[in-house]
Nanobody, 127 residues
Framework: QIHLVETGGGLVQAGGSLKLSCTSP????????MAWFRRAPGNRRDFVAS????????HYAAFNEGRFTISRNNAEATVYLQMASLKPEDTGVYYC????????????????????WGQGTQVTVSS
């Protein structure tokens, strides 16, 4: 398991934007599929978006409705989640996840596909 740290959460108004970052000291960061999940209070952790090792393949949950964009900078060992047109139902704790998967352009979307998790960052969208 590699260490992951999420930052960028906060309080925003509905319709606003927020950009989350997830960084890792792992020297082989570029060999990991990366993803974002979220958990609203009282709910299970749900998939949000994932990105392949090179960034060439991405997957998004249907509820994103084109509002979220995942990207990565392997030189900086960082994955981002740009969120726009935020809704109150987007409120929750957002988690970064990683899975070692070199040499392929896959992007997983199941919790069980990921072996490393960050501590989460709180996103609150006011109505």
């Amino acid at each position: 398991q590699i260490h992951l740290v999420e930052t960028g959460g906060g309080l925003v108004q509905a319709g606003g934007s927020l950009k989350l970052s997830c960084t890792s000291p792992e020297h082989s960061f570029s060999d990991y599929v990366m993803a974002w999940f979220r958990r609203a209070p009282g709910n299970r952790r749900d998939f949000v978006a994932s990105i392949s090792t090179t960034g060439g393949t991405t997957h998004y949950a249907a509820f994103n409705e084109g509002r979220f964009t995942i990207s990565r900078n392997n030189a900086e060992a960082t994955v981002y989640l740009q969120m726009a047109s935020l809704k109150p139902e987007d409120t929750g704790v957002y988690y970064c996840a990683a899975q070692y998967s070199p040499g392929t352009e896959v992007a997983y979307s199941r919790m069980s596909d990921f072996g490393s998790w960050g501590q989460g960052t709180q996103v609150t969208v006011s109505s």
